[in-house]
């Protein structure tokens, strides 16, 4: 993937759930379903995890899809919808794929979905800074940095 194009519209939906998240971490798809860009947020459970298990991170510095991402990931892969990117924010940290981001979006060393983008969101005191695409490069075997395009 050379670069992820998206709708204003969508960016702008993106983008206001992060904020709508702040401060803790937001996430959700793009999809293409029928010829339709679509934005589909989802909630983060990933405080409910860290109540059942303090050890893990909160939803500041963290997120876990809750269960409205199952129907987009069943759609994947029934063939009924694409997904074109995954999002998430980083509140009050720059926009950048960290190890962590990686870790999440791969299993066994191989992207999930390796046709669909990542985008991350970085939000300072709940205003959006910056937003960025990345995708999965085969010959790093890593997720790069790319154009952002709205149209």
């Known amino acids: 993937m050379n670069e992820l194009r998206i709708k204003s519209a969508s960016r702008a939906a993106i983008e206001a759930h992060a904020a709508a998240c702040y401060p803790d971490e937001a996430c959700g798809f793009v999809v293409d379903r029928n010829g339709n860009e679509e ?38 892969e029934r063939g009924e919808l694409v997904i074109r990117a995954i999002f998430h924010s980083h509140p009050d940290h720059d926009a950048y794929f960290s190890a962590e981001d990686r870790a999440q979006a791969t299993v066994w060393d ?23 695409a990345f995708a999965w490069e085969p010959s790093a075997r890593d997720y790069l940095e790319i154009p952002f395009v709205v149209s």
Do not use: C, F, W
């Open 110 to 132: 191989e992207p999930s979905y390796p046709e669909a983008a990542q985008i991350v969101i970085s939000l300072r005191g709940g205003k959006v800074k910056a937003t960025k």
């Open 39 to 76: 934005v589909v947020p989802v909630r983060n459970v990933q405080n409910e995890r860290h109540v059942a298990d303090p050890t893990l991170r909160d939803a500041r510095t963290a997120y876990t899809m809750g269960k409205e991402a199952v129907p987009v990931l069943t759609g994947h």
